[in-house]
């Protein structure tokens, strides 16, 4: 165990920043500029203590940029850096909690002794210049999503200091996940509070288990549990933030906003007890520098709201298309109207992301195209504000035929890859992004064109079974009418989405009369199957031991199945569940397993 050596009298309170910030991998100046700003301010509302998420300077998951040499030395001067600018700055007496990649420097004593440079997921604390402690990950998590037990190299030593006679404890993320973990080496260490750093990517329903999970922790160590979250979208996870602490006792104490960077303060008592809130989160009342007493005492700010599941999701969805574009340097999207369901959430999402200005939609209609959709695609655009174009494809269409003469499924297919060409036109024509509109119950049955519908950079709904875009698409209508804010953009009292896109049956319209349900069982059964069979990995024998009928679960297997090569080659999206094909779910192309 690494234990400081400073020891105070406990002052009369202690006050925590909690600074959740989105980080960009691999932006080391950009992230270190942005860590300044919010040490800054953290210092300015009389903090004591700052707390940054995991790997902040360097970004995550920053995978294989682990493995460079000059990546981990450009994070390692940042840090410094940023010790001393706060400390000319006259901000050196604040405590700088921050995640970063460091270097284990490892001896390999079957080599005679030369040293094996080997990267860590690590925790540093600033203070007067200079970097005080360093702890590095215990426990390194290598399932679902993460990959970080090929990556890193775990530690081996806990860590407690004391500031103005408060204990202090670390962990990271994993950390505290594991029952043999920190939390329970730290358990007699008398701590005043447990700090975590986390790098926890969003999934429905993780939001309670975390503070479940911290509540056990503080019962664990007898103390408040700070747990501060990485925000923001980095390729296809989204952090959701919604940073917290847990009292002793397991009440939450503190809690910043979800899906938009945040910094508030929590403030802990000699008594182990919370300060009241503010009524405004911006207050100047300040601490002295060392907490003593007889100074005005900072008070804690006020909880950020708890967000419904449906408005959790679909943010997230936003957030994580947002950030793509951000971070890749696109500044708009461009997708096919088909006035679907599908790709009006979509563009409802791309419009909510980076405004309707920023958005082209393009309704490329064909001989099979009903007058409904063409117009409720005009429909979605005006409501939108979105730029719109038409380019029929039946003058293309006639002029392949010509020559390929193709019938059945090839024509069909030929139709969307047509569409698939004049998106990626226009993407390559206006420098916008092109987005995919497939949504998961269709790319769990290869319900999509190769190099047609399938085509683009990003897939907004990827992880959205079909119920739940029709489900989100009448949440956001709602929404409409309630005013306020969606990450930072106002919300028009003008549902984006037509009444007839949501409510009329779903078609790709590729032949005459053409519905989903020729092909696939009706959504509400489908995703039903999905559910068990994907997110549950249910066999055979447990879907039938579910309840549904023999001929539906093999068609649904069957279909899941042979999609497996189409999954392989649609864009990335956002990872909204806690099974989503790409990095959670990854089976064999050929696979003759049908149990």
């Known amino acids: 165990m690494s234990t400081s050596t400073q020891q105070n009298s406990k002052a009369a309170h202690l006050s925590f920043a909690l600074a959740q910030m989105n980080t960009n991998v691999g932006a080391i100046e950009q ?20 707390v940054f998420p995991e790997m902040t300077l360097s970004g995550y998951p920053i995978e294989d940029l682990a493995f460079r040499a000059t990546f981990r030395t450009a994070a390692e001067q940042a ?58 990950k215990q426990f390194l998590p290598n399932y679902g999503v993460f990959d970080e037990f090929r990556i890193f190299t775990p530690g081996h030593d806990t860590l407690t200091m004391e500031v103005d006679g408060y204990r202090l404890g670390f962990a990271i993320c994993e950390d505290i996940w594991q029952d043999d973990g920190p939390a329970a080496q730290l358990a007699s260490a008398d701590l005043d509070v447990l700090v975590t750093i986390n790098g926890s990517p969003f999934e429905e329903g993780k939001e309670s288990v975390r503070e479940q999970l911290c509540q056990r922790r503080a019962s664990e160590v007898g103390a408040p549990v700070i747990y501060v979250n990485q925000v923001g979208g ?56 060392d907490g003593s007493d007889g100074a005005l005492v900072l008070a804690s700010d006020p909880l950020a709201p708890v967000l419904d599941a449906d408005e959790k999701v679909y943010t997230a969805c936003v957030l994580g298309l947002k950030d793509y574009m951000r971070k890749n340097g696109f500044k708009g999207v461009v997708l096919g109207l088909s006035g679907g369901i599908d790709s009006a959430l979509v563009a409802a999402m791309a419009a909510d992301a980076v405004g309707g200005e920023n958005v082209w939609g393009v309704s490329m209609p064909s001989m099979y195209s009903s007058d409904g959709s ?63 509109t497939g949504n998961k119950s269709e790319l769990a049955c290869g319900y999509s ?56 049956a ?21 995703d039903a199957v999905l559910e068990a069979y994907i997110e549950k990995a249910h066999g055979r024998a447990d879907l039938l031991a579910d309840g549904f009928d023999e001929a539906t679960v093999d068609t649904v297997m069957r279909l899941v199945d ?26 064999p192309v050929t696979n003759a397993f049908r149990e």
């Open 31 to 50: 992230n270190k500029q942005t860590i300044l700003s919010f040490a800054r301010r953290a210092h300015d509302r009389g903090a004591r203590v700052v």
């Open 79 to 136: 840090a410094e850096d940023i010790a001393r600018s706060l400390y000319e700055e006259g901000c050196g007496g604040l405590f700088v909690v921050l995640g970063t990649v460091g270097t284990a420097h490892m001896e390999r004593v079957e080599e005679g002794g030369a040293h094996d440079d080997r990267p860590t997921n690590t925790l540093l604390v600033l203070h007067e210049g200079k970097i005080l402690h360093t702890y590095d």
């Open 234 to 289: 980095q390729d296809d996870l989204v952090f959701d933030g919604s940073s917290f602490v847990v009292d002793a006792s397991g009440e939450v104490v503190a809690r910043l906003k979800a899906f938009e960077e945040d910094l508030r303060v929590w403030t802990l008592g000699a008594d182990g007890t919370t300060a009241g809130a503010t009524v405004q989160s911006s207050a100047t009342v300040r601490s002295s520098a």
């Open 374 to 436: 063409k117009d409720d695609a005009s429909d979605l655009a005006e409501r939108l504000g979105a730029h719109y174009d038409i380019q029929p494809i039946e003058p293309l269409f006639a002029a392949f035929q010509n020559q390929l003469a193709l019938t059945g499924v090839a024509e069909e297919n030929l139709q969307a890859r047509m569409r698939g060409v004049i998106v990626m036109a226009y993407s390559n024509a206006h420098g916008l992004l092109a987005v995919a």
């Open 449 to 504: 064109t190769i190099y047609g519908d399938a085509v683009g950079g990003y897939a907004p709904i990827k992880d959205l079974l079909k119920t739940r875009v029709w489900q989100l698409a009448r949440w956001r209508n709602a929404r409409a009418g309630l005013g306020g804010e969606l990450l930072g953009r106002p919300v028009s009292a003008v549902p984006p989405i037509p009444e007839s896109s949501i409510t009329k």
């Open 506 to 526: 779903p078609s790709a319209e590729l032949r005459p009369g053409q519905k989903d349900s020729d092909s696939l069982p009706e959504y509400a059964l489908l």
């Open 562 to 587: 042979r999609a497996e090569w189409k999954r392989r080659q649609y864009p990335l999206g956002p990872k909204v569940t806690a099974l989503a094909f790409g990095r959670d779910r990854r089976l």
